[in-house]
């Protein structure tokens, strides 16, 4: 239990036992940015922690690296760090803590705060671990040949963008591209008309390799720092057109939104179970581990709800379109690790990964538009007078997630969110 009340109650997010990381300040304001830590419905501002007098008499044990506007110098501090951190600031914040009176006005309403991107993100490589999205998707361009023969060995991604990467909330402009509507006439510029979401988590990379210093399976979730939300927003038109031979590029990397919050590893722990797949396929020595697959994959249920500008008008609830988990992975954040870096390439602090589309078996574990409507065939309904086949101006996608366990506090992500917007001006 906590002193401050809102962590206390059943539902919120942000309980104790998850202290997630963000990156804020007060909204509307031009403070600096800084870190702070997610307590029920408020921030707990850390700079203000440390520099308060209690937290100098009681020789808080809190990195320097945390007096920051970015949360990479943190993540390159390591596991040990990251641990008794959080024992720290467990014991800040629990019940009975000689905290609770002296340090209130470090507590900012996360009503009242906007966010920064979390960390300086400088390199972003998005995978491909959903076997059933990229069955889904193979399936509407190869029905003879859903599954690519390498999917089975390969932990497959793309190197993403970084510059394009923003805050749950941020506007998303419709992107414009070179579009082919016919194979009967040459290609044409226009705004997208088949944009769609994926449903994806992200993770981010806590301490780095050396360049041709591969990361070993079993050492490579200490490499890992947190989970966030992470919607990777697809032109699929601008895709479909471009992707032949070298994969995604202008369809994908207009924007991608994450959300504030970093759950970290430690507070993900009680949430890890065994590999559905374990003992079921051969999989390369430098993927698999026994300690690894045991543990290795985190109960995190999915959600992605859709509403229209027509509906928030009138008061109508989002829809939700799919529902997912990440433990349907193929593959493993520690096998995402050992992959990236068998070649020696090097991860730095802040680095990101996505998941890929996280669809499940089932019919309504859908992580993408294009899923769910079978390549915009098959309309879905929004609202008793709206359907989509792809997203639409004023569209606002919402994605959630939450872990959850008898005997353990749920804990949340926080919000990922994104509302489309009409190109500023005609092509
Ligand atoms: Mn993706």
């Not at 308060?52 to 596991?79: C, H, K, Q, W």
Request: contains cysteine.
């Amino acid at each position: 239990m906590s002193w401050v009340e809102t962590a206390n109650e059943q539902g919120n997010p942000f309980p104790l036992q998850n202290l997630p990381y963000a990156v804020f300040r007060s909204a509307g304001t031009d403070e600096t940015f800084r870190i702070g830590v997610g307590i029920g419905d408020k921030i707990l501002d850390l700079t203000a922690l440390g520099q308060s007098e209690v937290a100098r008499a009681s020789r808080l044990n809190i990195p320097e690296s945390l007096y920051a506007s970015t949360l990479n110098d943190f993540m390159a501090e390591g596991e040990a760090i990251w641990s008794s951190t959080r024992k720290a600031l467990f014991g800040v914040l629990r019940q009975g803590s000689l905290y609770e009176i002296e340090i209130s006005d470090c507590l900012i309403d996360q009503s009242n705060a906007e966010y920064a991107l979390p960390a300086m993100i400088m390199d972003y490589t998005d995978f491909y671990a959903s076997i059933d999205h990229a069955t889904n998707i193979g399936k509407l361009f190869r029905p003879d040949n859903p599954l690519m023969p390498n999917y089975e060995w390969v932990p497959i991604a793309y190197h993403g963008r970084s510059s394009s990467i923003v805050v749950s909330g941020e506007p998303i402009v419709r992107p414009k591209g070179q579009i082919r509507s016919s194979i009967d006439a040459p290609p044409h510029v226009s705004a997208s008309e088949k944009l769609d979401y994926e449903m994806e988590v992200g993770l981010f990379v806590g301490a780095g390799n050396q360049r041709n210093v591969p990361i070993s399976i079993d050492e490579a979730e200490q490499h890992l720092f947190g989970i966030c939300l992470l919607n990777d927003w697809s032109a699929r038109d601008i895709q479909a057109w471009e992707y032949q031979p070298l994969g995604p590029f202008l369809g994908k990397n207009f924007a991608t939104t994450i959300s504030p919050w970093i759950v970290t590893m430690q507070a993900l722990a009680p949430f890890r179970i065994s590999m559905k797949h374990k003992g079921e396929r051969t999989i390369l020595p430098y993927l698999s581990s026994d300690r690894e697959e045991a543990n290795c994959v985190i109960d995190m249920h999915l959600d992605v709800s859709v509403q229209s500008a027509k509906m928030k008008v009138e008061g109508v609830p989002p829809k939700r379109l799919g529902q997912s988990n990440f433990k349907y992975s193929y593959w493993t954040p520690a096998q995402m690790v050992a992959h990236h870096t068998l070649n020696g390439c090097n991860l730095r602090p802040g680095d990101l990964f996505g998941s890929g589309t996280m669809s499940g078996p089932g019919p309504d574990q859908t992580g993408a538009l294009i899923e769910v409507t079978k390549g915009g065939e098959l309309p879905v309904q929004l609202s008793n007078t709206e359907s989509r086949r792809f997203l639409e101006d004023g569209d606002t996608v919402f994605l959630s997630a939450w872990c959850e366990k008898d005997g353990y506090r749920t804990i949340g992500f926080g919000e990922c969110n994104g509302t489309i917007i009409s190109v500023a001006e005609p092509v």
